[in-house]
Nanobody
Framework: QVQLVEPGGGLVQAGGSLRLSCVAS????????MGWYRQAPGKQRKLDAI???????NSADSGKGRFTISRDNAKKMLYLQMNSLKPEDTAVYYC???????????WGQGTQVTVSP
């Protein structure tokens, strides 16, 4: 059974930092492209950052210079370091995995991040 679990959300003041984590089980993690998405109330889910199985990263404009995605294949962990947070970053953040060959994809249950002014 595949599981993506995201502890680490919470409430933070504007300008603060938060690190999200995602722990994967049931997949061969090193063979998966990974990503973080966000969904704000009343809005569509959108991509924040992706990291390939080889470690190449790409970020959406909203997080460039502030958010850093990383992974630890040995621990089957995905991270999103978020700095200089803004109230508009408030959203539910989802961990995402897509098989490099199989293209099977999976979502975490989401974790709430709230940034107060």
């Amino acid at each position: 059974q595949v599981q993506l679990v995201e502890p680490g959300g919470g409430l933070v003041q504007a300008g603060g930092s938060l690190r999200l984590s995602c722990v994967a089980s049931g997949i061969t993690f090193r063979n998966y492209e990974m990503g973080w998405y966000r969904q704000a109330p009343g809005k569509q889910r959108k991509l924040d950052a992706i990291i390939t199985r080889n470690g190449t990263t790409n970020s959406a404009d909203s997080g460039k210079g502030r958010f850093t995605i990383s992974r630890d294949n040995a621990k089957k962990m995905l991270y999103l370091q978020m700095n200089s947070l803004k109230p508009e970053d408030t959203a539910v953040y989802y961990c995402y995995a897509q098989g490099w060959v199989s293209k099977n994809d999976y979502w975490g249950q989401g974790t709430q991040v709230t940034v107060s002014p």
